[in-house]
């Protein structure tokens, strides 16, 4: 078992607890507008998509469903579940309809066994070692398909994070993100040079948009200081699961999410940071599908030919025998 294997549990659970603790903290004090219902909700569908999806698979594959294992396994299970539920409940804004933010938490679940290409081992990819694995992040899929199918749903508006905290804890709060974000991708994801490439390729998509098209540059820059910004940059694009291990790949798909962001505000797209998340990560598992196809022995890609099947003439009655002989050989 590898290193970076070993590293995502422990990252797993010290990622549910904060994103807990923040959701706890936003309905009491920071100032969430959703209501407690609303991840509530979230996070039983998670679970319950989760749990189904992983029973039919485990009956599919003759094997007992991983949330029956021993030990910590049925909670280890569900940390993921918690964390997509969690995420969209929390960047999602439905006003009071819970059938948006359920919608969202199935999908952001279901990706994941829907979505899913051969690992190729020695590639840019994400260090697979032959068995399949998803390649959207899920709660950004989620989130994604939630804002195309209802287009009255938003994103929770950047004030929410902060709208009760005073001078020094409104610092505070995105300096604790940064700081614990840090550590956790330093530590464990092992995703800093994905970081660095999102955020100066950030910097260069509003450069160019400002001598392409005339926008303003430093407002172009606005989204870097907010809350849900941070959010995406330490714990949403830095997935380990749906992105490159190595440091050329890394870079690149920070650079692509940047670059998708900037083409989609181009063209007045908005929600920009998580549709163009999605379609880099579109693009790398259409990469990822070719590359495991060539990666196949040329006999499995190969289509199957099948030898001609001798067909036999069939046998003709004794009266009609010697007339056709006659006429096959011109007598």
């Not at 004090?29 to 485990?58: D, H, K, N, R």
Request: glycine content about 8%.
């Amino acid at each position: 078992m590898s290193e970076t294997r070993d590293l995502r549990l422990p990252a797993l659970r010290r990622f549910a607890v904060a994103i807990t603790a923040l959701n706890v903290l936003g309905h009491t004090v920071l100032g969430f507008e959703q209501s407690w219902a609303q991840p509530i909700v979230a996070v039983l569908t998670a679970y319950a998509t989760e749990m189904l999806l992983e029973l039919i698979e485990a009956r599919r594959a003759g094997r007992r469903p991983r949330f029956l294992g021993p030990g910590t396994a049925p909670v280890d299970f569900l940390l993921s579940p918690h964390i997509s539920g969690l995420a969209v409940a929390m960047l999602l804004y439905a006003n009071s309809r819970l059938l948006p933010i359920a919608f969202a938490a199935a999908v952001a679940i279901a990706s994941k066994y829907v979505f899913r290409v051969g690992g190729i081992v020695g590639s840019g990819g994400s260090g697979g070692s032959g068995r399949s694995r998803h390649v959207f992040n899920p709660s950004n899929l989620g989130i994604t398909a939630t804002l195309l199918a209802f287009p009255w749903v938003g994103i929770a508006q950047p004030y929410m994070f902060t709208e009760n905290l005073s001078n020094a804890l409104a610092w505070a709060l995105p300096a604790f993100i940064v700081l614990s974000g840090s550590f956790l991708n330093t530590r464990f994801t092992r995703r800093v040079p994905l970081i660095l490439a999102w955020l100066a390729a950030f910097v260069l998509q509003a450069v160019a948009r400002h001598f392409l098209f005339g926008n303003l540059f430093w407002p172009s820059l606005n989204p870097m200081t907010g809350v849900a910004y941070l959010l995406f940059t330490f714990y949403m694009v830095t997935d380990p699961a749906t992105t490159p291990a190595t440091v050329r790949g890394q870079i690149a798909f920070g650079a692509a999410v940047a670059a998708a962001y900037g083409t989609l505000m181009a063209f007045h797209v908005v929600f920009g940071l998580f549709f163009g998340l999605s379609a880099v990560c579109t693009l790398r598992g259409l990469l990822l599908a070719a590359e495991a196809w060539r990666a196949r022995p040329a006999a499995e890609r190969a289509p199957a030919v099948h030898p001609p099947v001798h067909q036999e003439r069939p046998e003709l009655p004794l009266d009609l025998q010697a007339p056709a002989l006659a006429e096959r050989t011109g007598t």
